[in-house]
């Protein structure tokens, strides 16, 4: 895991399958020592706030406590249920002494390392929507932007 310190890189083996917005790694899993995870299992399972921190230990503690997945679809679907855990809906939480804007998910990112797909949904649009890295030509693609914020394309049911 990589995250940057005043201007500066800092390289981490993230054994706990787990990161957050903040604070650093080292204060993530210096607050994740407070808990054992061997005690964790699904009749007991703590719940965690909504805080960087809190999200942290959620994903740290379904990690200690979840089988290894078989695949790497599978992990990746695994990966997108615990991201819907820690989702937070627009309106339930406040920084005030940033602004009063309500704080939000606004995108969500799960990539497969070993498959090289970025795969991201958006806040007003949950289709998962899929990069995958072997596909893109980098030396003959010329760099243009776009906005990843586009509404959801809710495609009627058919039955048949």
């Known amino acids: 895991m990589v995250e940057f310190l005043d201007g500066k890189m800092q390289v981490h083996e993230n054994k706990i399958g787990a990161m957050t917005d903040g604070p650093d790694y080292t204060e993530q899993l210096a607050n994740w020592s407070n808990y054992d995870p061997a005690k964790f299992d699904e009749s007991s399972f703590q719940g965690f706030d909504y805080?960087?921190?809190?999200?942290?230990?959620?994903?740290?503690?379904?990690?200690?406590?979840?089988?290894?997945?078989?695949?790497?679809?599978?992990?990746?679907?695994?990966?997108?249920?615990?991201?819907?855990?820690?989702?937070?809906?627009?309106?339930?939480?406040?920084?005030?002494?940033?602004?009063?804007?309500?704080?939000?998910?606004?995108?969500?990112?799960?990539?497969?390392?070993?498959?090289?797909i970025y795969n991201f949904r958006t806040w007003n649009n949950y289709d998962i929507r899929k990069v995958a890295l072997a596909d893109i030509d980098f030396a003959g693609t010329e760099f243009t932007s776009d906005t990843l914020f586009t509404p959801a394309d809710y495609q009627p049911f058919r039955f048949n």
């Open 51 to 116: 805080s960087p921190e809190g999200r942290f230990c959620r994903m740290a503690a379904i990690n200690a406590t979840q089988a290894k997945v078989p695949d790497d679809m599978t992990a990746v679907n695994r990966a997108w249920s615990m991201v819907n855990m820690v989702d937070i809906p627009q309106g339930i939480l406040y920084w005030r002494w940033v602004n009063d804007s309500p704080q939000f998910t606004s995108y969500s990112v799960v990539s497969d390392l070993a498959n090289r």
